[in-house]
C-alpha cells in the first residue's frame, strides 16, 4: 500500500470504494502515529519531579494515541487492508497531518510550554470548535476526519454488505491478550459494530462525547474522564474543570501548578546532522543517533503486530521503556551549536529515520522475532512484562 503521506494531495472527501477507505484508514494510522513524538517530546522534556499533573496529562494521553493507534491498524486490516508503519510513515517535522486542510498548522517538536500547549490544543481540537473548510480542501479537525472515514464505511456496508466489507482475518489484529493493557483496552474488529465502536472510542477520547468535556469508557468499565482537548486544556489554563463545565466555558475548578520553567528548553527542528556539524559533539550526536535506530525498531516490532504477527507487541514494550531513557539523556546535554546552548537550549530526540538506520532495525527486528518463535514452548508471556508495560511511559 502506498503511504497516505503520499497520496494526500489528491483532495479529501468521502472514500467511495474500498480501496479508498483503505487509503483513508492508513492516512488515519499516520495521524496518530504523528502525533506521539509530538507529546512525547513535551512530556519528555518536564524537569524530573516537578510539573506532575501535567506530565501525567500527557502520558495518559500519549498512551490512547497507541490504542487509537491500535484500533486504527485492526479496522484497517479487517475491511482487508495492510497496515504501513516503517521508515515511510515518518515525516519531517515539523508534519502536515495526511489529508488535514491548509488552516491546521504543521505539527512541531516543543518542549513543554505554552507554545507546545498549544499544539497539543489545535491537534485535539473538537469539531465543534474547528473552523469550517472547503469542499475537498482538507479536514479541520481529526473528529471530522473520523466523521468522513465513518460515512465512507457505513456507505459500502450498505452497498456492498459487510461480508465483502469486512474480508481480513480476525487472526491478524491484535487483541487485549497481545495489547499492554494502558489506555484502554484493544478489541478486535468483526463488522460494523464492533467498526463504528472503535472509530467512537477514538473520537470521543479525542473530543468527548456530544456537547461534553467528558469521554464514555463504556467498554472499558471504567470512570468518566476528559477528552484529551480538555486535559490540554486544563495544563495550558493552569486550572481543573469543575463536573459541570461545558466545552466553551473556561475551566472553573482549583488551580494546577503549572511550571513553564521547569523543562528543558529545546530547538525543535534541529536534525541529526546538526549536532554532526560541531566540533566537541561527538557524545551528543552519538545519542540522537542511537535513540533514532530505537525509534526504527519500535516501528519494525509495531509493523509486525500489526501485520499478523500481534503477539510482536510484547517486543515493543521494552523498547518503548528504552526510548524513554535515551530521550531523557539527549535532554540534559546542552544544545551542540554554541548559537542555541547560549539561549539555554538543550539537545532533543528528532525521530528521524536514515535508509543504514532502517536497514541495522529490520534486521534486528527479524532477529529477534524469529528468535522468541525459536522459543518451543515457551511463547511470549505478556503477565511477565506487567511491570514494565504499566512503565513504559512513565
Do not use: C
Not at 494502558?182 to 472509530?199: K, P
Not at 499478523?308 to 521494552?318: E, H, K, S, V, Y
Amino acid at each position: 500500500m502506498i503511504t497516505a503521506l503520499a497520496l494526500d494531495k489528491a483532495g479529501f472527501g468521502v472514500p467511495k470504494d474500498l480501496d479508498e477507505l483503505r487509503t483513508y484508514l492508513q492516512a488515519a494510522l499516520e495521524v496518530e502515529h504523528l502525533t506521539i513524538p509530538v507529546y512525547m517530546t513535551g512530556m519528555y522534556t518536564i524537569r524530573p519531579g516537578t510539573n506532575r499533573t501535567a506530565y501525567y496529562a500527557i502520558r495518559a494521553v500519549l498512551l490512547e494515541e497507541m490504542l487509537h493507534m491500535t484500533l486504527v491498524a485492526n479496522l484497517l486490516n479487517a475491511v482487508g487492508g495492510r497496515p504501513v508503519v516503517d521508515s515511510g510513515v515518518v515525516a519531517e517535522y515539523p508534519a502536515k497531518l495526511p489529508f488535514s486542510g491548509d488552516g491546521v498548522p504543521r505539527i512541531g517538536l516543543r518542549h513543554f510550554s505554552p507554545e507546545a500547549l498549544e499544539t497539543f490544543l489545535r491537534i485535539e481540537l473538537p469539531k465543534s470548535m474547528a473552523p469550517g473548510g472547503d469542499p475537498g480542501s482538507g479536514w479541520t479537525s481529526i473528529g471530522q476526519f473520523y466523521d468522513t472515514v465513518r460515512t465512507g464505511l457505513e456507505h459500502l456496508i450498505r452497498t456492498l454488505g459487510q461480508d465483502q466489507v469486512f474480508t481480513g482475518g480476525l487472526e491478524r489484529q491484535v487483541g487485549p491478550e497481545d495489547f499492554y493493557n494502558s489506555g484502554g483496552e484493544v478489541f478486535r474488529i468483526d463488522g460494523r459494530n464492533s467498526a463504528l465502536e472503535a472509530l467512537e472510542t477514538i473520537t470521543e477520547q479525542g473530543e468527548g462525547v456530544s456537547d461534553s468535556i467528558w469521554n464514555s469508557n463504556n467498554r472499558f468499565g471504567e470512570q468518566r474522564e476528559l477528552a484529551h482537548y480538555f486535559r490540554f486544556n486544563e495544563i495550558f489554563a493552569g486550572r481543573a474543570y469543575g463536573p459541570d463545565d461545558r466545552p466553551k466555558d473556561p475551566p472553573s475548578g482549583p488551580l494546577i501548578d503549572v511550571t513553564w520553567d521547569d523543562a528543558y528548553p529545546i530547538h525543535g527542528d534541529s536534525k541529526v546532522e546538526d549536532y554532526k556539524e560541531h566540533e566537541n559533539t561527538s557524545a551528543v550526536y552519538g545519542q540522537a543517533v542511537a535513540f533514532n535506530a530505537r525509534y526504527a525498531v519500535l516501528l519494525g516490532y509495531l509493523n509486525s503486530a500489526f501485520n499478523g504477527r500481534p503477539r510482536d507487541m510484547a517486543l515493543a514494550i521494552p523498547t518503548m521503556l528504552e526510548l524513554r531513557d535515551r530521550a531523557e539523556q539527549l535532554y540534559r546535554n546542552p544544545h551542540p551549536d554554541p548559537r542555541f546552548a547560549a539561549e539555554g537550549r538543550f539537545a532533543s530526540a528528532t525521530f528521524e529515520i536514515t535508509p543504514r538506520e532502517d536497514g541495522l532495525a529490520a534486521e534486528e527486528v527479524r532477529r529477534n522475532i524469529r528468535a522468541a518463535a525459536l522459543e518451543a514452548g515457551a511463547p511470549i508471556d505478556l503477565s511477565t512484562l506487567a511491570s514494565d508495560s504499566a512503565e513504559a511511559f512513565a
